[in-house]
């Protein structure tokens, strides 16, 4: 099956149905036309979906394996997603499951292992915690910003609500939150990183992580989903040293298995951190759906970033849960403290560091 | 309630639990924060979001409208999304059902009225066909547009699977497609559109238009979904003259209602015209959701194409149902055709023109 790569389906279906129905889709994801119309030889060897295996995955679903043929694709993350499931999205019975990637989507240039070596972090989790509200000026985002750093925490992200609003512009907000961080820095003596968030089209988001570089940074985070596969791909392309973050924002709104999109695909473009709802929060994913989203990140040396509702008290169980392969991003919990922002902080970072790591992860 | 504008979400819950899940709802799409972590009067005033409306929607649902500050969203249409749906996305009791959009987002340039001026045709609808399958030769793929055109076909259309793989590169394909429907053009004297597909980034997709005009071109297509809401946003904004029409790929995110999403979004965003799947073929829009996707494009001078196993047998049905300002796009059924592929075209661009409208549309 050379010059293929498989994709697997989940399809609802009868038994009776479900062979034509797995032909329909390697049919729609390739050449989208009644086959006995082609007269090419060609495409009808090598161009049009094949049908590698069907198997019952339980209760009226069968898990379909199709091989796609690689020249379909080419380079291009947002054609890969196309040929993926681009038509097959709009039909409601079947579910993106999962994709032996073609090598050249091979992840991040920069990762995981890159954040262990310049943060020094090794042995235990990452914490990190968002500048929230947007709409608060510029000079407040700067000292939330520094209170965290002061704390002691690995990382300080842009909330993914932080765009190029009017009260905190891009080009003002980034150097203002890197200078206020290196000032905790230089008390701290711990390279706390600051990952702005990334917003607009693809020559907007070049300006920004060009200032980013200016500032000194070397992590940034899009939104995929929002953003366009391609956007993310050639922008890992053109900054190498820099760590891209993955936010999933608008990611629940298809149907893609979260372990594939957000674990597998993102990372595969160039994500070399993967930020994902967290299980037990105010999401809906389950901790077998958080775990093999984890998994896959690590695999292609993406940090996972499980988020959302996250709370100081459940450290010690998310961190049982993750191993030290992780960060552990606590956001509004952490803003509750008000003034006691840098104690609750430094109270975070303790727990990561102390925690037994050892028997998983 | 100067400042904020409508978002209607369609929310899963009791009766009892309505109204804590609304300003849930409304806290997740702007602060995400807890509100009592706040401690800026102008934030909790102007940017957090604020319930308008609670209204049963039937069976378990209710229609929550959110007012959102337009200080959050800015100008940009990604950064517009993310504050629609982008984290409730990933929530799974809410559906993004409606917006009454910013003024900003105001629609395609050109879309509707100038297809209508630019092709000459006034009371009856559109049609068009697609260049497939991906993978034919080049010189294959431009004498099937040449014989589409020779039929009498307003538009002809890449297939959505055509990229730039290297059976079809869009540097080659764009003016070899382009030269055969010109010559086409020549012999009917109907200005047929080819409307080719761009795929990539936005410099390639910029670079791809650019050489479409070069090509007398003034029609184009792409994915929003798979794109970015921006990239569409943007190439809407430096090509003021192409009618961009959004391909539905990647959109059947089972979470925002379709008509909004095809129907409302791309056109906000600059598609002049908004392809989707048609009820009774092969995918899930009911008759509703069709009728709803057309109007609201429209709505917006943005020319309604449903397409997706379409058959010549069915003109005089869906014409009834759509009445004259859409395009009728049938793809794998004319090609079933093969040797008589110009007759075919002829016949259905006949039909299209001798329908009886008026009882419609």
Chains 1, 2 share one sequence.
Not at 179 to 207: F, K, N, Q
Not at 294 to 302: K, L, P, Q, T
């Amino acid at each position: 099956m050379s010059g293929r790569f498989s994709v697997t389906y989940l399809v609802r279906s009868d038994a009776a149905g479900i062979e034509a129905r797995a032909r329909g889709i390697a049919v729609e994801q390739s050449v989208e036309m009644p086959v006995e119309a082609i007269d090419d030889a060609a495409v009808l060897s090598d161009i049009v979906g094949v049908v590698e295996a069907i198997e019952p995955a339980g209760e009226g679903v069968f898990a379909v394996r199709i091989g796609l043929a690689l020249d379909t694709v080419g380079t291009d993350a947002g054609q890969l997603t196309n040929m993926l499931f681009g038509n097959t999205s709009l039909q409601d019975d079947v579910v993106l499951h999962d994709v032996d990637l073609p090598p050249l989507f091979g992840g991040p240039s920069k990762g995981l292992a890159a954040l262990r070596s310049r943060l020094g972090v090794t042995g235990r989790a990452f914490t990190g915690s968002a500048l929230k509200p947007q709409g608060l000026p510029l000079e407040r985002l700067a000292l939330l910003a520094e209170r965290f750093a002061l704390g002691g925490l690995d990382f300080i992200k842009d909330d993914h609500g932080l765009a190029d609003q009017h009260y905190s512009r891009a080009a003002k907000r980034i150097p203002a939150v890197a200078e206020a961080v290196a000032r905790a820095i230089r008390v701290t003596g711990h390279p706390t990183r600051y990952i702005p968030s990334l917003s607009g089209d693809l020559d907007a988001m070049r300006a920004q992580l060009l200032l980013a570089r200016d500032c000194g940074l070397d992590c940034a985070m899009l939104a995929p989903m929002i953003a366009g596969f391609s956007t993310l791909q050639t922008l890992a392309g053109e900054f190498p040293d820099f760590v891209l973050f993955a936010h999933p924002a608008l990611g629940g709104a298809a149907r893609i298995s979260p372990d594939l999109l957000i674990g597998k695909l993102f990372p595969a473009f160039g994500a070399g951190g993967a930020i994902f709802p967290n299980y037990g929060g105010r999401f809906g994913y389950s901790t077998d759906t958080c775990h093999r989203l984890a998994e896959n990140a690590r695999a292609a040396d993406s940090l996972p970033v499980p988020a959302g509702g996250m709370t100081l008290a459940r450290t010690t169980e998310i961190l049982d849960f993750y191993g030290p392969d992780t960060m552990l991003l606590i956001g509004g919990n952490l803003l509750m403290a008000r003034e006691r922002i840098t104690e609750e902080a430094a109270q975070f970072a303790q727990a990561v560091a102390d925690h037994p790591y050892g028997q998983r992860g």
